[in-house]
């Protein structure tokens, strides 16, 4: 069938996570976890289900940008985007006009990557293949043949990128059979969102080693005494063998991040998170420098715009994990670029997730990475976050405190259309009881 796309439609669908302090932290104390949510209606009936994440107010201004975006999508066959699907992202990305707009960051992006993230569902759905699936299955040619490396061939060229996905090639089923029986290792920040009661975050915790967690991430930096007090605590609950991560999400200056981080080094963390501004790439590398004899690595991501920034990072080895994001960056062929790229750095990727339906679509990108880039699992795991997944209608599978890889065709974005009509802004159910309280 030639699936040409006929419609594409767009809803602001928030949850008010906020009342109950889900996702709070140093920055966001307040949100509420929401998506633009996009479905492609074909001539045929199949539909591709995207999305993108935000937190709440200002949603309304995403589901503009990818109605700005729709006409460049609607009369498209699927056939012809993906056999030139470079040429397809840079036609989202680099309209003449639009692109002032970006390019290819902020609103406009995170509208193309609900757009894309369609149009991936869609392809998947069509070849009855989960994404995860998808990309495994395909030749690394055509793999390649997604990218944009548009500015980024001083750091990775279109002959290096098919080299390591050949290399790859090698042990790929061995690995394959191992996701599908063991599944791809997590961690858990559900435990520790800055917002928390102490009581709730020992309850949490409890609950969550009991259920085989041994990784976990505590939300830092709104006070000093209170970090040092929640990190200790959080540390006597898990124990000394088990891996503690801290996230500051952007709260601090460079100076106050190195002195901030070097008082909770006796909790022994991983990493620190975003410990500053997302766009100040020297002044992680300083970190990154002036954390290394503590044993303190630095992990960014989730808010990094653009491939080109991500080549920054790692040119000056300003991050020791990776952290994609699949409603960040332009969607699965923007993070292609980063996985491949990554591994030629030889940083371990450890993608974002939580929020609403972030892990339901990063499990197919680090499966794939896994299986088909890396082919490692040394110092690499996925964020989990146990909210909102009983709102989609493939959702995630933790066992043993991993991502089992998904089995329904698609990219797991499809969201039940009973949530969609309850919690669409402002008109829904949900949102109708809370305005007129």
């Known amino acids: 069938m030639s699936h040409k796309i006929i419609n594409v439609t767009v809803r602001d669908v928030r949850f008010p996570t906020s009342l109950e302090q889900h996702g709070s932290d140093a920055m966001h104390t307040d949100p509420d976890y929401s998506t633009a949510y996009v479905v492609i209606d074909t001539d045929y009936g199949l539909k591709g289900f995207g999305f993108t994440f935000t937190l709440g107010k200002g949603t309304e201004i995403v589901v503009c940008a990818v109605e700005a975006l729709a006409g460049l999508v609607v009369g498209k066959f699927l056939q012809d985007i993906v056999s030139d699907f470079r040429g397809f992202y840079?036609?989202?990305?680099?309209?003449?006009?639009?692109?002032?707009?970006?390019?290819?960051?902020?609103?406009?992006?995170?509208?193309?990557?609900?757009?894309?993230?369609?149009?991936?569902?869609?392809?998947?759905?069509?070849?009855?293949?989960?994404?995860?699936?998808?990309?495994?299955?395909?030749?690394?040619?055509?793999?390649?043949?997604?990218?944009?490396?548009?500015?980024?061939?001083?750091?990775?060229?279109?002959?290096?990128?098919?080299?390591?996905?050949?290399?790859?090639?090698?042990?790929?089923?061995?690995?394959?059979?191992?996701?599908?029986?063991?599944?791809?290792?997590?961690?858990?920040?559900?435990?520790?969102?800055?917002?928390?009661?102490?009581?709730?975050?020992?309850?949490?915790?409890?609950?969550?080693?009991?259920?085989?967690?041994?990784?976990?991430?505590?939300?830092?930096?709104?006070?000093?005494?209170?970090?040092?007090?929640?990190?200790?605590?959080?540390?006597?609950?898990?124990?000394?063998?088990?891996?503690?991560?801290?996230?500051?999400?952007?709260?601090?200056?460079?100076?106050?991040?190195?002195?901030?981080?070097?008082?909770?080094?006796?909790?022994?963390?991983?990493?620190?998170?975003?410990?500053?501004?997302?766009?100040?790439?020297?002044?992680?590398?300083?970190?990154?420098?002036?954390?290394?004899?503590?044993?303190?690595?630095?992990?960014?991501?989730?808010?990094?715009?653009?491939?080109?920034?991500?080549?920054?990072?790692?040119?000056?080895?300003?991050?020791?994990?990776?952290?994609?994001?699949?409603?960040?960056?332009?969607?699965?062929?923007?993070?292609?670029?980063?996985?491949l790229m990554a591994h030629k750095f030889q940083v371990p990727v450890c993608p974002h997730a939580g929020g609403v339906g972030l892990c339901e679509l990063v499990q197919h990108l680090i499966l794939f990475d896994y299986i088909g880039v890396s082919g490692s699992l040394s110092d690499r795991m996925c964020e989990y976050v146990d909210h909102l997944h009983e709102h989609f209608t493939s959702p995630v599978v933790i066992q043993d405190a991993h991502y089992m890889p998904p089995k329904e065709p698609g990219y797991s974005c499809e969201m039940l259309e009973s949530t969609v009509q309850r919690h669409q802004y402002p008109d829904g159910d949900v949102w109708k009881l809370i305005i007129n309280k």
């Not at 293949?129 to 043949?145: A, C, F, N, R, T």
């Not at 997590?186 to 969550?208: F, I, M, N, P, V």
């Not at 080094?265 to 501004?277: D, H, R, V």
Request: glycine fraction near 6%; aromatic fraction near 8%.
């Open 90 to 339: 840079r036609l989202l990305t680099s309209d003449s006009q639009m692109r002032w707009l970006g390019p290819e960051k902020g609103v406009i992006h995170l509208a193309t990557a609900a757009v894309l993230n369609a149009v991936w569902d869609l392809w998947a759905r069509a070849e009855g293949k989960p994404l995860w699936k998808l990309l495994v299955d395909m030749d690394p040619k055509q793999i390649v043949s997604c990218i944009d490396f548009r500015y980024i061939t001083d750091a990775l060229t279109e002959e290096e990128a098919l080299d390591i996905l050949m290399k790859a090639q090698d042990g790929k089923q061995h690995r394959e059979d191992r996701m599908l029986k063991e599944g791809y290792p997590a961690y858990t920040t559900s435990c520790a969102w800055l917002g928390y009661s102490d009581q709730r975050l020992k309850q949490l915790c409890t609950d969550a080693l009991k259920s085989g967690w041994t990784k976990f991430k505590v939300k830092v930096g709104a006070d000093l005494e209170d970090d040092i007090r929640r990190c200790r605590l959080i540390r006597q609950m898990i124990g000394p063998s088990n891996t503690l991560m801290m996230d500051a999400n952007q709260r601090w200056g460079v100076a106050e991040a190195i002195s901030w981080v070097s008082s909770l080094a006796e909790f022994k963390p991983l990493w620190i998170e975003e410990p500053t501004s997302p766009d100040d790439i020297l002044g992680h590398a300083a970190i990154s420098k002036a954390l290394a004899p503590l044993g303190i690595g630095v992990a960014t991501g989730e808010q990094c715009h653009s491939r080109v920034m991500f080549k920054q990072f790692l040119q000056a080895s300003a991050l020791q994990f990776v952290q994609i994001d699949s409603c960040r960056l332009g969607s699965v062929n923007e993070n292609l670029a980063v996985l």
